[in-house]
T-cell receptor, first 112, second 111 residues
Framework: DVKVTQSSRYLVKRTGEKVFLECVQD?????MFWYRQDPGLGLRLIYF???????EKGDIPEGYSVSREKKERFSLILESASTNQTSMYLC???????????FGSGTRLTVV | GIQVEQSPPDLILQEGANSTLRCNFS?????LQWFHQNPWGQLINLFY???GTKQNGRLSATTVATERYSLLYISSSQTTDSGVYFC?????????????FGKGTKLSVKP
């Protein structure tokens, strides 16, 4: 089975800090995604990557950047954390665009 | 963009009962998936099913692409089936990365 691992389950950061969320997959998948999930708003795509060093903006990229230097790792960066970025962050990967997604267990980030 | 609507929003079942969850989508799709989110937040992929029927144990899913809906069947429900079920789809010709999620069906199975 494909495994998608997110580095932290819970994270508390201060406003203005630079925050790194890491995601690693172990099945050589081409595509990786970052979503955030908020009550009442559902899951929304932040960024995705379809190859090393390639990235595309999703619906809500403002305040975020990403890095994909190696195929197995996709990092989400909050350049200057704000309280409205308190959320559940979910990473996913897929073999290609028309295959099923595998999600990590999520990182619940609180910005204080 | 594509709209994904799920019904019912909430469902309470007695253990052992069967249920059907529905997902309507507003456009032709080339990707349709069902997920279960457990109480700890983990999203588990149940089916990748842009068309046709699939079965996995007590779960099965059918997508009728021409009529723009998909159904998830849960038979002989168990308390461990509780959680939120999401349908997600991508429109043909839509952005490659953007799988759009419905708002989910929250299922509670009582012992």
């Amino acid at each position: 089975d494909v495994k998608v691992t997110q580095s932290s389950r819970y994270l508390v950061k201060r406003t203005g800090e630079k925050v790194f969320l890491e995601c690693v997959q172990d099945m050589d998948h081409e595509n990786m995604f970052w979503y955030r999930q908020d009550p009442g708003l559902g899951l929304r795509l932040i960024y995705f990557s379809y190859d090393v060093k390639m990235k595309e903006k999703g619906d809500i990229p403002e305040g975020y950047s990403v890095s994909r230097e190696k195929k197995e790792r996709f990092s989400l960066i909050l350049e200057s954390a704000s309280t409205n970025q308190t959320s559940m962050y979910l990473c996913a990967s897929s073999f290609s665009v028309n295959y099923g997604y595998t999600f990590g267990s999520g990182t619940r980030l609180t910005v204080v | 963009g594509i709209q994904v609507e799920q019904s019912p929003p909430d469902l309470i079942l007695q253990e052992g009962a069967n249920s059907t969850l529905r997902c309507n989508f507003s456009d032709s799709v080339n990707n349709l998936q069902w997920f279960h989110q457990n109480p700890w937040g983990q999203l588990i992929n149940l089916f990748y099913i842009p068309s046709g029927t699939k079965q996995n144990g007590r779960l099965s899913a059918t997508t009728v692409a021409t009529e723009r809906y998909s159904l998830l069947y849960i038979s002989s429900s168990q308390t461990t089936d509780s959680g939120v079920y999401f349908c997600a789809s991508r429109a043909e010709g839509g952005s490659q990365g953007n799988l759009i999620f419905g708002k989910g069906t929250k299922l509670s199975v009582k012992p």
